[in-house]
């Protein structure tokens, strides 16, 4: 078993050093993993076989007998893993809140009595839940404050739906003060707002490219953005995930070979990168993508979702994390969900750019404009980031991010954890792997007041089912030292400390293509 450190291929390129730590999973952890997946799917079948004659009640979706001899609507083998491994676990997930999702918030209590299929709510609330899941990465998602206060007195003068397209009679002043001040903040010449995050993604990438393009994605992006370069039409080729040398073979193919059986040249080469990846706590090496897309002539797309807000001396994301132009990044994306405690999406860059998304995108010719209230929270918490409300506190809270993450992510590790991604993500998945252990990590937290979200296949591979903490500069460190005990007390519960390694990343090891460093025992 080794250790492995992702070490970058080019020093020149960054301003310090660029380490990832992800550690090979134990190989006896792997095989009672696979041997947990293989015991459920046995008794899922002997329970489906049971079902389908009736010893067992089956509360899954059903054809009625009169239609039995249609085309099926409900495919049972493909609800399998539904049906007989998440229905065990189900309870872990959408579970009802009744309060602001701030660094502490209330949970609704609720029971089931017929194994996770049904639920009813036993009138308790569960109170003051330490809240690790939440993306409220610089604690804006607030009831009191300037932000409530902003969105309140916006809410009274427009009201809350607009009940328009901007194209029609939806476009409001305050939009058009949003869009500029997003543009602002980015160092960008122009930006336009979507009233959704996922469709910021999926309906703009076909408004960007389409037949006869390349797109070049990272293996983990997001499902929006794959869904929105399978909706453009365009051929779509997948590199490791933050691997320049897959990258750079695939561009270097691409510019050679062209497209195939013609051999024409591509129209266009769009690479496809997150700033943060949202399940590997992993930050791009945006200051090699950019060499390259330079190099190869190639544009690039890069998704800010998580990191917006989150990363930077500034808080202006991952181009302000590397020290990087912004005028190198061909299309920015970003969301107002997270670091703006908000709704919503944007898409920055050059003033064409804009132009033509805004007669030629789908999300912005038919979607309805944005809710004043929304658009208010996040001029107000974009200004405040930047210091124009007169106060330092959104700069405070950016580096109190920076420095909860830090502590949060040295403590697991020097507890045993096994964390995957970089320090400096607030994003921390912390391996579980076994199916078991997913469901009683989350509710044994849960019964000491922390709350957490969990993640297993097919969201994750098979065998690297995980918790995933996301860090709020609104938690206290009181607050984070009390999660980081009752973890370590379930940890220990539950035997999840598999970490046989102390880090010690030397920072004068010289970098290398592709190259990880190994540490024994």
Same mark, same amino acid.
């Given at each position: 078993?080794?250790?492995?450190?992702?070490?970058?291929?080019?020093?020149?390129?960054?301003?310090?050093?660029?380490?990832?730590?992800?550690?090979e999973?134990?190989?006896?952890?792997?095989?009672?993993?696979y041997?947990?997946?293989?015991?459920?799917?046995i008794?899922?079948?002997?329970?489906?076989f049971?079902?389908?004659?009736?010893?067992e009640?089956?509360?899954?979706?059903?054809?009625?007998?009169?239609?039995?001899d249609?085309?099926?609507?409900?495919q049972?083998?493909?609800?399998?893993?539904?049906?007989?491994?998440?229905?065990?676990?189900?309870?872990?997930?959408?579970?009802?809140?009744?309060?602001?999702?701030?660094?502490?918030?209330d949970?609704?209590e609720?029971?089931?009595?017929?194994?996770?299929?049904?639920f009813?709510?036993?009138?308790?609330?569960?109170?003051?839940?330490?809240?690790?899941g939440?993306?409220?990465?610089?604690?804006?998602?607030?009831?009191?404050?300037?932000?409530?206060?902003?969105?309140?007195?916006?809410?009274?003068?427009?009201?809350v739906?607009?009940?328009?397209?901007r194209?029609?009679?939806?476009?409001?002043? @305050?939009?058009?003060?949003?869009?500029k001040?997003v543009?602002?903040?980015?160092?960008?010449?122009?930006?336009?707002?979507?009233?959704?995050?996922?469709?910021?993604?999926?309906?703009?990438?076909?408004?960007?490219?389409?037949?006869?393009?390349?797109?070049?994605?990272?293996e983990?992006?997001?499902?929006s953005?794959?869904?929105?370069?399978?909706?453009?039409?365009?051929?779509?080729?997948?590199?490791?995930?933050?691997?320049?040398?897959?990258?750079?073979?695939?561009?270097?193919?691409?510019?050679?070979?062209?497209?195939?059986r013609?051999?024409?040249?591509?129209?266009k080469?769009?690479?496809?990168?997150?700033g943060i990846?949202? +399940?590997?706590?992993?930050?791009?090496?945006?200051?090699?993508?950019?060499?390259?897309?330079?190099?190869?002539?190639a544009?690039?797309?890069?998704?800010?979702?998580?990191?917006?807000?989150?990363?930077?001396?500034?808080? @202006?994301?991952?181009?302000?994390?590397?020290?990087?132009?912004?005028?190198d990044?061909?299309?920015?994306?970003?969301?107002?969900t997270?670091?703006?405690?908000a709704?919503?999406?944007?898409?920055?860059?050059?003033?064409?750019?804009?132009?033509?998304?805004?007669?030629?995108?789908?999300? *912005?010719?038919?979607?309805?404009s944005?809710s004043?209230?929304?658009?208010?929270?996040?001029?107000?918490s974009?200004?405040?980031? +930047?210091?124009?409300?007169?106060?330092?506190i959104?700069?405070?809270?950016?580096?109190?991010?920076?420095?909860?993450?830090?502590?949060?992510?040295?403590?697991?590790?020097?507890?045993?954890?096994?964390?995957?991604?970089?320090?400096?993500?607030?994003v921390?998945?912390?391996?579980?792997?076994?199916?078991?252990?997913?469901?009683?990590?989350?509710?044994?937290?849960?019964?000491?007041?922390i709350?957490?979200?969990?993640?297993?296949f097919?969201?994750?591979?098979?065998?690297?089912?995980? *918790?995933?903490?996301?860090?709020?500069?609104?938690?206290?460190?009181?607050?984070?030292?009390? *999660?980081?005990?009752?973890?370590?007390?379930?940890?220990?519960?539950?035997?999840?400390?598999?970490?046989?390694? @102390?880090?010690?990343?030397?920072?004068?090891?010289?970098?290398?293509d592709?190259?990880?460093?190994?540490?024994?025992d």
């Amino acid at each position: 078993l080794t250790k492995k450190i992702l070490i970058t291929q080019n020093d020149l390129l960054y301003s310090r050093p660029f380490i990832e730590y992800f550690e090979e999973t134990p190989m006896m952890v792997a095989v009672l993993t696979y041997m947990s997946y293989g015991i459920l799917t046995i008794f899922g079948y002997v329970r489906d076989f049971l079902r389908h004659w009736k010893i067992e009640r089956c509360h899954i979706a059903s054809e009625k007998e009169e239609q039995k001899d249609f085309v099926p609507l409900y495919q049972d083998f493909e609800n399998f893993y539904t049906r007989n491994i998440y229905m065990r676990i189900r309870d872990n997930w959408n579970r009802p809140i009744c309060s602001v999702p701030g660094a502490k918030m209330d949970l609704m209590e609720r029971a089931t009595y017929d194994y996770n299929w049904t639920f009813e709510y036993t009138g308790w609330v569960v109170q003051d839940v330490i809240n690790l899941g939440s993306y409220n990465y610089l604690g804006f998602a607030e009831n009191t404050g300037p932000c409530a206060d902003s969105a309140a007195e916006v809410t009274m003068k427009y009201g809350v739906g607009v009940a328009s397209t901007r194209q029609e009679i939806g476009n409001l002043d @305050r939009h058009e003060e949003m869009e500029k001040q997003v543009a602002r903040f980015l160092g960008v010449e122009s930006a336009m707002a979507f009233g959704m995050g996922f469709a910021t993604n999926s309906m703009n990438i076909p408004a960007l490219v389409g037949k006869g393009c390349l797109i070049l994605s990272d293996e983990l992006n997001h499902a929006s953005l794959v869904l929105g370069a399978r909706l453009s039409g365009s051929t779509i080729r997948v590199f490791k995930h933050n691997n320049m040398q897959s990258l750079e073979k695939l561009l270097r193919e691409a510019v050679v070979h062209g497209q195939p059986r013609t051999h024409r040249p591509w129209k266009k080469i769009l690479i496809v990168v997150e700033g943060i990846y949202s +399940m590997e706590g992993s930050i791009v090496r945006l200051p090699e993508v950019i060499a390259l897309k330079k190099r190869y002539r190639a544009y690039l797309y890069l998704d800010e979702a998580h990191s917006i807000g989150a990363l930077g001396p500034r808080g @202006r994301g991952v181009v302000d994390y590397f020290g990087l132009d912004p005028c190198d990044v061909d299309v920015m994306m970003g969301t107002f969900t997270k670091s703006f405690g908000a709704a919503g999406g944007y898409i920055a860059g050059k003033r064409e750019l804009i132009e033509y998304l805004r007669s030629h995108s789908h999300s *912005a010719v038919y979607a309805t404009s944005m809710s004043p209230p929304v658009v208010e929270q996040i001029i107000t918490s974009m200004k405040c980031i +930047m210091g124009e409300d007169g106060t330092t506190i959104g700069n405070e809270r950016v580096q109190q991010l920076a420095e909860n993450t830090v502590y949060f992510r040295k403590r697991l590790r020097e507890m045993g954890f096994i964390i995957y991604g970089n320090n400096d993500s607030p994003v921390v998945p912390m391996m579980l792997y076994m199916p078991a252990k997913i469901a009683a990590f989350a509710r044994e937290m849960l019964k000491r007041n922390i709350g957490v979200v969990v993640v297993g296949f097919p969201a994750t591979p098979i065998i690297e089912s995980r *918790a995933r903490f996301c860090i709020s500069a609104g938690h206290s460190k009181n607050m984070l030292d009390q *999660a980081l005990n009752v973890i370590s007390e379930v940890g220990d519960l539950l035997q999840l400390k598999y970490s046989r390694h @102390r880090l010690q990343p030397s920072s004068a090891r010289p970098f290398d293509d592709d190259v990880y460093e190994d540490i024994d025992d």
